[in-house]
C-alpha cells in the first residue's frame, strides 16, 4: 500500500466468547491474516457495548461476561475479496463491514536480505514432516503419496534413512510411463477417482520401484551451511528443493526455493498442502472464463519489492500479475527472480560484471543492471510478451492449443476492456477437460 493508494478497511464486530477451530474466534481470524501474508491487523477489546437488546459491561459485577471484540484490517482490494468468504466462516454470527478508504501514509518496508549468518537447519522443513519413500516403493504408491500430499518431488532412502535419491514428477513421466503430470493428475480429483485410477492403472504390475526411476546421485546439503549458498545451488542447477543430510547421508530435512523465500518475509507458518482442483459443477464449460480463477496477485509497476514478495507468496502459483492503473497486465513476476534479490550473496560477481557492463551505455547492459538495482516490481517483472493474455471469452482448445505451443503453463486472462479478471493454469484446463 503506498500513499495516496486506496484500499479496503474491515473491520468483524465479534464478542470474545464466540470461537471458531476450537479456539476464540478473534484469534483464529488474526492467525488466517497472517498465514495468508495480510498486511496487518489490530484486536481492540471493548469496555461496553450492546446487540439485540443485551448490554454487556466490564463492571466488576459482570466480570465474567464476554466483552465485544473488533478486528480492524486494512489491505488490498484483491486480498480482501479473497478472504472475506474464509472470514465469514470463522465468525458467522457476527458483523462484518467493509469500506473503501485512502492510504494517506505507511510504513516504508525494505526486503531483509537473507543474513549471511543463516544456515539451512535454521529454515529447512525438519525430516518428520518430509514426504519420504524407500527404494522398493512401487511407482503406483510413490504417486499416490505425492498426490495425498500436494508435492511434486520426494527424496528416496536406503538402509537406516540414508538419501540415495529422488524422484520429481520428470522421473514419473520420463522413466516411470506416468501419462499426466502429477498437477494435472491431481486436477481430476482423489487417486481412489475413477478418472484419476484410470491414468494410474497401468502403473500397476509393471516392476519399476522408486529405486528404478529415481534421480542419483541426488545433490544435498549440509545443515550448517549459509542459506545464501544453497540458494546458489538451486539457482545453478535449476533445482526447487535439496535434501538436507549429515555427514552420514541421514536425512534431516528438506530446503526449498519457497523456505528461502519465506525467510526473507519473515512471515507465515509452514505450507499446507494445496487443495486440489476439481471440475467445475454443472454444464461443461467452454471458455477459459468458466474455469479461471479470480483471485490474482497484482501489483502495480511502482509497488515496492517487499510488498511484490508478498504477493508472489500468497498462492500455489508464486506469481504476480504485474498491471497499470487501468488494471491492464504489463508484466509478471516470478519467485526465481527474487531469489536472486533476496540471496545477492550468492552470486557476489554478478554485481561487479553488470557495473563493468554499464560503463559502455548499450540497451541490454542498462537493463540488466537494472533489474539487479531496481527496487519496484517493474525492475524485476517479465515483459508482456513471455506472458500468455487471452480474453475471457477465448474457447479452451484455442487456449489449449496456445499454451501448449508457447509452453507456458499460466495463463491470464482479462475482460472485453483489457483488464485483469482472473488466471489459469494446467491444472485449471484439466479441470474443465474432465467435466467434458
Known amino acids: 500500500m503506498q500513499p495516496d493508494s486506496t484500499a479496503q478497511h474491515v473491520r468483524v464486530y465479534l464478542s470474545e466468547g464466540d470461537t471458531a477451530e476450537h479456539q476464540a474466534a478473534y484469534l483464529a481470524i488474526l492467525q488466517l491474516l497472517r498465514r495468508e501474508h495480510c498486511a496487518g491487523a489490530t484486536v481492540t477489546r471493548g469496555l461496553m457495548g450492546f446487540t439485540r437488546g443485551r448490554i454487556v459491561t466490564a463492571t466488576l459485577a459482570d466480570v465474567a461476561t ?33 469500506a473503501t478508504v485512502t492510504v494517506v501514509h505507511a510504513p516504508v518496508r525494505a526486503v531483509q536480505e537473507v543474513p549471511d549468518d543463516l544456515r539451512v537447519r535454521d529454515i529447512m522443513t525438519p525430516a518428520d514432516k518430509v514426504i519420504a519413500a524407500p527404494e522398493d516403493a512401487s511407482v503406483h504408491d510413490l504417486v499416490v503419496w505425492l498426490l495425498r500430499q500436494g508435492r511434486h518431488a520426494l527424496p528416496v532412502l536406503g538402509a537406516e534413512r540414508r538419501v540415495v535419491g529422488i524422484v520429481t514428477n520428470r522421473d514419473l513421466v520420463e522413466r516411470a510411463g506416468l501419462p499426466l503430470r502429477l498437477e494435472l493428475l491431481r486436477a481430476l480429483g482423489d487417486p481412489d477417482d475413477p478418472a484419476v485410477a ?10 519399476q520401484t522408486a529405486a528404478a526411476i529415481m534421480a542419483a546421485p541426488v545433490v544435498t546439503v549440509g545443515p550448517d551451511l549459509p542459506v545464501h549458498q544453497a540458494a546458489k545451488l538451486l539457482l545453478q542447477r535449476r533445482l526447487k528443493r535439496l535434501p538436507v543430510v549429515d555427514p552420514a547421508n541421514h536425512l534431516l530435512g528438506i530446503v526449498s526455493r519457497f523456505d528461502i523465500l519465506k525467510a526473507a518475509t519473515g512471515k507465515g507458518p509452514p505450507r499446507e498442502a494445496p487443495a486440489p482442483v476439481r471440475p467445475p459443477p454443472g454444464p461443461a464449460p467452454r471458455q477459459i472464463g468458466a474455469v479461471m480463477n479470480r483471485y490474482v496477485p497484482a501489483v502495480r509497476p511502482a509497488t515496492p519489492l517487499p510488498d511484490v514478495l508478498d504477493a508472489v507468496m500468497a498462492t500455489r502459483l508464486h506469481r504476480a500479475v504485474v498491471v497499470d492503473d487501468a488494471g491492464q497486465p504489463v508484466g509478471m513476476v516470478v519467485d526465481t527472480d527474487l531469489m536472486q534479490r533476496v540471496t545477492p550473496a550468492a552470486h557476489p560477481g554478478l554485481v561487479q560484471r553488470l557495473m563493468h557492463q554499464v560503463l559502455t551505455p548499450t540497451g541490454e547492459s542498462r537493463a540488466a543492471w537494472q533489474r539487479l538495482t531496481g527496487q519496484q516490481a517493474a525492475d524485476v517483472m517479465r515483459p508482456l510478451a513471455e506472458i ?35 488466471m489459469a493454469d494446467r491444472a485449471d484446463l484439466l479441470a474443465a477437460l474432465a467435466a467434458s
Open 66 to 98: 464476554p466483552l465485544p471484540v473488533i478486528i480492524d484490517w486494512v489491505d488490498s482490494a484483491e486480498r480482501v475479496q479473497h478472504l472475506l468468504p474464509r472470514l465469514s466462516q470463522l465468525a458467522p454470527e457476527s458483523l462484518i463491514t467493509v
Open 198 to 207: 484410470s491414468q494410474l492403472a497401468g502403473l500397476h504390475g509393471a516392476g
Open 388 to 422: 500468455l493474455v487471452v480474453r475471457d471469452d477465448a474457447a479452451l482448445p484455442d487456449v489449449i492449443d496456445r499454451s501448449l505451443a508457447r509452453k507456458l503453463k499460466l495463463i491470464v486472462v482479462v475482460d472485453q476492456a483489457g483488464r485483469v479478471a482472473g
